[in-house]
């Protein structure tokens, strides 16, 4: 080794261990890495040589490896080391790059025994290499970046800080048609349609002003003169000291999206209006307890506002269970089969002049099926024949008139956003951008695409891929892509291929849009439409829609088709099918109605139909509706028909006054259940001042009731939500839309409370605003408790990072998902390394991984707290014993949705634990050996002493004594062999408490006249003193005990109470028993004798041979004999006790009730 040494050059010694550690190293390494020999031998390699940049560090273990493993010598160059240098001031580190290369010294057999590694200082030539390196790699990522902004699928722009274009990319300008030497500062707004133009605009400068993102959608001119819908995005560019520098954006194509929404939202509007306007009353129950879950407003103003949804028909109408009506729909509900209603009568509540009316339906109860036949609901359709069924009685009331009522849908747009990625050709991820990780949650180093999509498609998608790069054509497609809280949304993804000059790919450049709100809603969208359309289907009324300037049929009822004889054939024009009804002029209506984009009301028309079964026609009388069906665009597309049949009411029309006075009966019964509401209703005219607020505005903001809200409104609005509240107002009256957004009110105390704010606009014919109709509702708590879960979570991210253990948290399935900075404390591992499924692995000790795998799974499956105790790796070496507990955190309907879990080091305490085995057993030993010396040596003293009393007896019987004092040594050696005697017994009585203890059997024993037995063996102390005895075992009469034991133990404590009584007063003792807990049992005993001086003697209570009465005779062995007896079986005894007033004697036993 000292030649070694002295070898010329930068030479270490290793062994190929785990460590590599270091054992010699030559004077020429100690000078160039500044340290000694004594700082490096015997050290492992990478503690006391490791590079100063992670980059190097691996790069050298890697070598270091690859010589151990293959038995080859291998180099690692551009090693960076910040050495120390004595010459600079205050020995500033300087940087040094070295060149190790590493060599194999063999065993004679050809193992490895050491790895020699040379080293060179190569700083000046890596030094010297640096600037070109640096420049090819800028100009190999300028190349990209701008391959990324030419090929990416997607519309880019920028502009200057001042908001100037000066950058569109070729996607943009292909669309738009414009040529790159044409772009002017402004020209972007020229293509936007003008109707989005100021909107654009409005948010441009908006995002301008506040620096904040910009996002709007408009419509975009095409090259070829199209308007297309585009979603665009913007955000600010600004330097270190946040100068702004420049805007940079992105437009999305959501043009076929956005037309899916319009007709989806036209189609739930049109078949809406349907069932908002037909004459009828139709609701829908679900389930077996018939829930009601649709009312339209004639059902509603029917009930007069009593009905809620979501309450069950028996406790909405208690009335149907008497009636029989909740029987029948009870049998449709069972037999799936429906249920015609014919002049059905129904009270109604008592009237201002308190007579009950009774209206009379025609209709049906009619089973609503799942696809599998099974019956999910009812659905009711009713129409008032109250005036059919007067008229033919001369009594009651005409049906209610149809009211009608449009009702409008809002489209939710958000924002989506996107992520760029980018693929080798054989579509492994090498690059995403910030978004991406930042929505994932997944760490910025893994680029596993395939780990955050939903597991149904993720075959999908790699099918798409792999047809992609099969095909080398642009690819795209739709999936569920995991948020950073565990939640699955639609994203739509694009892709385009990178070619090389040969036309090989060499990349793949693509981006993924969030789709979800939109994909949700269309699916909503297609439900609710599926959902109107069985509805419709199965309503018994006449209802039809036909389109086009000829009115061909796109769908009739079966009632529709009866009524027109079976003759409707979808397709086909109504003038060519029903000629007789056009001859009367009712094709010409609709022509007019089609025309004119107004719907027709036609009351009580008189039409003749052809009757295929007599070849005649037949007079009928409807009420019925031509409704024109708007388009996306605000076209007419065709015409709903509904009619009813009313010939019968035709001579009820002298009846009109009355429903007239009913109408305004339910109008008013309409305002006060509005006003019975807690939430704040208001009307405004359509300039937005203030027309009408409900009371409840009055009682919140404690103003004068009635007066005008228009000149006090804004006094009550918080003065920083005014501007916000203004503008709100602003663009929903210049866009002729409703509004939703929260604000601030001052409540009459002065407080504010968050409110959300929403109104809807009525239109007129020609679509101008009529008013506006809004409410306020208090959210107030929920802001609170939005907040206090955000604080809530911070202040549990500082404690985890607080507390001295290790945290964790992992999801519902067990995968781990968060350590604290505490783990790499504990185990020199980084807490991102340790996270997934396999994050217990590289933690815990081979040997534990097994059975804590099971502990953790059967914790799983049963829900229940997880706990088990585990080694750790340690940052220092070797294993540390950790306390692992988890508890599940579960969601109202008991579901696991997240473990929260802990680990404790345990390591001291577990060997505490050992040591104190190791003792417990010593003691064993010895308290054994010392039972078995007491138990031989009173066994054998028994006999001698039984032969000196018999001895002395004979002496005392024959001999004869003169000394006077003679008798007194005789009493004196009498009471030492009594004093001997009984030691002896005290003794054997220790030894024999614990025999039984270990031998005898437990057994249940009676506690009254088990104690009774002991009593009467002290009957004549009882009876001397004249003593009272209580027992009271009525809450314990049982206990599963050792009998000799509970023996001792109770004639012990009663002894002890008669032979320590107070001499002024007779004993008064109790004895009760009682289970605190279900396994243990409590037994007192008291008394009001003489009482123990705790102060003085409490530590020397239990003590054997203690006695602390000395009047009379005693062995001082009782209570210590209680005491083993209530601790060898785990309990514990407990004394209270007062000087001349008594003592309480507690026993806690731990024991199974009988």
């Not at 180099?75 to 194999?104: F, I, K």
């Amino acid at each position: 080794m000292l030649l070694f040494r002295h070898l010329p050059g930068n030479l270490l010694l290793l062994t190929p261990d785990a460590d590599f550690t270091v054992v010699d190293s030559s004077e020429g390494y100690s000078t160039a890495a500044r340290k000694n020999r004594e700082q490096l031998v015997g050290r492992p390699f990478f503690e006391v040589c490791a590079p100063a940049t992670p980059a190097s560090h691996q790069r050298l273990q890697a070598s270091l490896m690859h010589v151990r493993q293959h038995h080859q010598e291998h180099t690692a160059s551009g090693l960076r080391y910040d050495l120390t240098c004595p010459a600079e001031p205050e020995g500033a580190p300087a940087v040094h790059y070295w060149q190790a290369t590493h060599y194999l010294i063999l065993t004679e057999e050809g193992t490895l025994r050491f790895i020699l590694q040379k080293t060179e200082d190569v700083t000046a030539q890596y030094q010297a290499e640096q600037p070109a390196k640096t420049h090819t790699t800028l100009l190999t990522d300028q190349e990209r970046a701008h391959f990324l902004l030419e090929a990416l699928p997607v519309m880019m722009w920028s502009t200057t800080p001042d908001g100037l274009t000066d950058y569109q990319n070729p996607r943009w300008l292909q669309f738009t048609g414009r040529q790159p030497e044409k772009l002017e500062a402004t020209s972007w707004l020229e293509d936007i349609h003008p109707d989005d133009r100021v909107r654009a605009q409005q948010a441009w400068r908006e995002a301008q002003a506040n620096g904040r993102f910009y996002e709007v959608e408009y419509r975009l001119r095409r090259h070829d003169g199209q308007y297309r819908w585009i979603h665009s995005q913007g955000v600010a560019q600004r330097d270190a000291n946040g100068t702004l520098l420049a805007w940079v954006g992105v437009g999305l194509e959501v043009h076929d999206q956005k037309q899916v929404q319009q007709q989806l939202a036209a189609k739930d509007r049109q078949l809406h209006q349907i069932l908002q306007q037909i004459p009828a009353h139709v609701a829908t129950l679900e389930g077996p307890e018939h829930i009601y879950t649709f009312l339209n407003e004639r059902s509603k103003q029917l009930f007069g506002g009593t009905v809620e949804l979501g309450v069950p028909a028996a406790k909405a109408r208690p009335e149907f269970i008497s009636n029989g009506y909740l029987h029948l729909i009870d049998k449709v509900y069972r037999t799936a089969e429906p249920f015609l209603l014919t002049e059905m009568p129904m009270a109604q509540p008592p009237g201002p002049d308190g007579t009950t009316p009774t209206l009379y339906f025609d209709g049906a109860f009619q089973p609503l099926t799942n696809e599998e036949g099974q019956t999910q609901g009812i659905l009711v359709f009713g129409l008032d024949v109250t005036e059919r069924v007067l008229a033919r009685q001369r009594t009651a009331e005409l049906m209610e008139e149809i009211r009608q009522q449009d009702a409008q849908f809002r489209t939710l747009v958000e924002s989506l956003p996107l992520f760029v990625y980018i693929a080798d050709a054989e579509g492994k991820v090498v690059y995403f951008n910030p978004q991406r990780h930042a929505y994932t949650g997944q760490d910025s180093a893994v680029y596993d695409w395939e780990a955050a999509i939903h597991p149904n498609d993720l075959e999908r998608i790699r099918g798409l891929f792999a047809e992609g790069r099969r095909t080398g054509l642009p690819w795209s497609g739709e999936f569920r892509l995991r948020r950073h809280d565990g939640q699955y949304r639609w994203h739509l993804t694009h892709a385009v291929p990178l070619r090389l000059s040969t036309g090989t790919i060499s990349r793949w450049y693509g981006s993924t849009t969030d789709i979800h709100d939109a994909k949700m809603f269309q699916q909503q969208l297609e439900a609710k439409d599926q959902e109107l359309l069985q509805i419709l289907s199965q309503v018994p009324a006449y209802i039809a829609t036909v389109t086009g300037p000829d009115h061909r049929f796109v769908f009739a009822t079966p009632n529709y088709n009866r009524l027109m004889g079976g003759r409707v054939r979808l397709g086909q024009p109504a003038a060519e099918l029903l000629p007789e009804v056009a001859a009367q002029g009712f094709v010409e209506l609709l022509d007019t109605v089609y025309r004119t984009q107004k719907p027709y009301i036609g009351h009580e028309n008189r039409i003749e139909l052809l009757d295929p079964a007599t070849g005649g026609t037949q007079e009928y009388y409807l009420n019925f509706v031509y409704q024109p069906l708007y388009g996306a665009e605000a076209q007419v597309q065709g015409i709903l028909a509904f009619g009813v049949d009313v010939t019968e009411q035709v001579y009820a029309r002298q009846r009109a006054e009355a429903l007239a006075t009913e109408v305004r009966r339910s109008d008013e019964r309409l305002r006060r259940m509005t006003e019975a509401l807690p939430n704040i209703t208001f009307i405004n005219e359509a300039s937005g001042v203030g027309h009408y607020v409900s009371p409840q505005w009055y009682a919140f903001t404690g103003l004068p009731e009635g007066s005008s809200i228009s000149n006090h409104w804004r006094e009550i609005v918080h003065p920083d939500d005014l501007t916000r509240v203004n503008e709100e107002y602003r663009l929903a009256r210049e866009q002729k839309r409703g509004w939703s957004f929260e604000v601030r009110f001052r409540r009459h105390d002065g407080q504010y409370c968050w409110f959300l704010n929403q109104a809807q606009p009525e239109y007129d014919d020609q679509g101008n605003i009529v008013r506006w109709y809004g409410s306020d509702t208090n959210i107030n708590a929920q802001k609170e408790l939005t907040e206090a879960l955000q604080q809530s979570e911070q202040y549990f991210r500082f404690l985890s990072e607080s507390v001295p253990q290790v945290i964790w948290t992992a999801e519902a399935d067990g995968q781990v998902d968060y350590f604290n900075d505490r783990l790499f404390e504990v185990t020199g591992l980084r807490p991102a390394d340790c996270l997934g499924r396999s994050a217990w692995a590289a933690i815990l000790h081979p040997d534990d991984q097994q059975r804590s795998l099971e502990a953790w799974q059967t914790a799983a499956q049963a829900g229940a707290a997880y706990e088990n105790e585990y080694r750790f790796v340690s940052r220092t070496g070797g294993y540390r014993w950790f306390l692992g507990r988890a508890e599940p955190l579960r969601n109202e309907q008991g579901e696991i949705v997240r473990w929260f879990g802990s680990c404790t080091d345990i390591d001291d305490v577990k060997q505490t634990q050992q040591l104190l085995h190791r003792q417990n057993a010593q003691l064993t030993q010895i308290n054994q050996a010392l039972d078995n010396f007491v138990y031989t040596a009173s066994h054998d003293l028994k006999q001698p002493i039984t032969n000196m009393a018999g001895i002395f007896e004979e002496l005392k019987r024959t001999a004869t004594f003169h000394d006077e004092a003679a008798g007194q040594l005789v009493s004196m050696f009498e009471g030492a062999l009594q004093q001997i005697n009984t030691t002896i017994h005290d003794l054997s009585a220790v030894v024999q408490v614990q025999r039984q203890h270990e031998q005898l059997p437990t057994e249940v024993i009676e506690l009254l006249p088990f104690t009774q037995e002991i009593l009467h063996s002290l009957q004549d102390q009882i009876d001397e003193l004249h003593a009272q005895v209580t027992l009271d075992f009525a809450a314990a009469p049982l206990l599963l005990f050792v009998r000799p034991n509970l023996q001792s133990i109770l004639f012990n404590l009663l002894s002890n109470a008669l032979k320590y009584a107070a001499p002024q007063r007779p004993p008064q003792i109790t004895v009760t028993s009682s289970w605190p807990e279900p396994n243990l049992l409590l037994l007192m005993v008291q008394d009001n004798g003489l009482g123990i001086d705790l102060e003085r003697h409490e530590r020397q209570l239990f003590q054997m041979f203690r006695r602390f009465h000395h009047h009379v005779n005693g062995s001082g062995m009782g209570l210590y004999l209680v005491n083993r007896i209530v601790q060898q079986m785990g309990g514990s005894l407990e004394v209270e006790s007062e000087v001349d007033k008594g003592t309480l004697f507690r026993l806690l036993l731990p024991t199974q009730k009988p």
